[in-house]
């Protein structure tokens, strides 16, 4: 009889959610709540293994995770728009440049809601009063209570 215990074979579905919770910066434990089947000693492994991805250290680490870890590294990594925007030259816009400071009214203008939320909204997401639909929607909720 064997005293070797059976090792787990990881899913293409539990890496990722393991990887997941790495990459969000959870706990081991919240990542555990995530796969409560797989042994804790099994998800520190692969928490360690996250931590050699991320450092840049692929030895050892199988393809199936090293294509996962890519596949949300880039899902997850949020460019820097000032990094990739390019202003247009002004002489080709008419109207003085690509970042002018001139009130449109082609859909570029945003505005302060007029409601409870305080949040600047997109003129076509708010009614003729610069109230967005949440707002509008709370109003109505409270009308109807009364």
């Known amino acids: 009889m064997s005293t070797i ?9 539990e890496i990722t959610l393991v990887t997941r919770a790495y990459l969000e910066g959870k706990s081991i434990q919240q ?12 998800l520190k492994q692969k928490y360690a293994t996250c931590a050699s ?13 090293k294509d996962v870890w890519e596949e949300l ?4 990594t949020v460019p820097d728009v000032e990094e990739i925007s390019v202003p247009e ?8 440049g690509y970042w002018s400071e001139e009130n449109e009214e082609d ?15 997109y003129y076509e997401d708010t009614d003729g ?11 109505l909720k409270g ?3 009364k």
């Open 5 to 13: 215990a059976n090792k787990h074979t990881w899913s293409r579905e």
């Open 31 to 42: 990542a555990h709540n995530l796969v409560p089947n797989i042994k804790l000693t099994s």
């Open 53 to 65: 991805l991320d450092k840049k250290k692929e030895n050892g680490v199988t393809k199936i995770h």
């Open 73 to 76: 590294k880039s899902a997850l």
């Open 89 to 96: 030259p002004e002489e080709d816009q008419g109207y003085g």
């Open 107 to 121: 859909g570029e203008n945003y505005f302060m809601c007029t409601g409870t939320c305080g949040k600047v909204c």
């Open 129 to 139: 009063e610069g109230m967005c639909g949440k707002c509008q929607l709370d109003l």
């Open 143 to 145: 009308c109807r209570k």
